[in-house]
T-cell receptor, first 114, second 110 residues
Framework: KQEVTQIPAALSVPEGENLVLNCSFT??????LQWFRQDPGKGLTSLLL?????REQTSGRLNASLDKSSGRSTLYIAASQPGDSATYLC?????????????FGKGTLLTVNP | DGGITQSPKYLFRKEGQNVTLSCEQN?????MYWYRQDPGQGLRLIYY???????QKGDIAEGYSVSREKKESFPLTVTSAQKNPTAFYLC?????????FGPGTRLTVL
């Protein structure tokens, strides 16, 4: 059974700092990995999708990497801003017949202080 | 304006009542999903549907039911058999295995 772990559970940084969020998964047979952002009481916003054959994806100040063999992904946020404060969730889609289902980590709560 | 809508935003249920949560999408996605989110537990899959008139149980389907009569709609019914229904419910749809989420419905049992 796939398990996804996110470390740290919470992170507080001053504005302008570069930061890294970590995600690990137990079964390396994944179809893709997705990073989401969730604001309090809201739905999830898709940030980046990495296919299993890819090593990284970039969108603006965000960069996500994937090392499938070691079961790890990182989300790098450059020059953090108070508006980046949210919970960040990592989710993996299984390969084969289960690739429609996502397994989520519990998230990292990020606070960026002005 | 394309996207996923969920209604209502807040829902209150008395014990013993069935309630239905609405999920509609105009993205022309084939697959749709229902998740439940509880504090400290992350998202858990309730049901998913890959095509009209077909759906499969997820990890926590007991006490829930769904239908998929139209591509655009995937309503979730929380029955009285669900013993602890108070939670935040999220609907999603996907294309090429990338999932997109609606704004959620917060259900509270009184």
């Amino acid at each position: 059974k796939q398990e996804v772990t996110q470390i740290p559970a919470a992170l507080s940084v001053p504005e302008g700092e570069n930061l890294v969020l970590n995600c690990s998964f137990t079964d390396s047979a994944i179809y893709n990995l997705q990073w989401f952002r969730q604001d309090p009481g809201k739905g999830l916003t898709s940030l980046l999708l990495i296919q299993s054959s890819q090593r990284e994806q970039t969108s603006g100040r965000l960069n996500a990497s994937l090392d499938k063999s070691s079961g790890r992904s990182t989300l790098y946020i450059a020059a953090s801003q108070p508006g980046d404060s949210a919970t960040y969730l990592c989710a993996v889609a299984g390969s084969g017949g289960s690739n429609y289902k996502l397994t989520f980590g519990k998230g990292t709560l990020l606070t960026v202080n002005p | 304006d394309g996207g996923i809508t969920q209604s209502p935003k807040y829902l209150f249920r008395k014990e013993g009542q069935n309630v239905t949560l609405s999920c509609e999408q105009n993205l022309n996605h084939d697959a749709m999903y229902w998740y439940r989110q509880d504090p400290g537990q992350g998202l858990r899959l309730i049901y998913y549907s890959q095509i009209v008139n077909d759906f499969q149980k997820g990890d926590i389907a007991e006490g829930y039911s769904v239908s998929r009569e139209k591509k655009e709609s995937f309503p979730l019914t929380v029955t009285s058999a669900q013993k602890n229904p108070t939670a935040f419910y999220l609907c999603a749809s996907s294309i090429e295995r990338e999932q997109f989420f609606g704004p959620g419905t917060r259900l509270t049992v009184l």
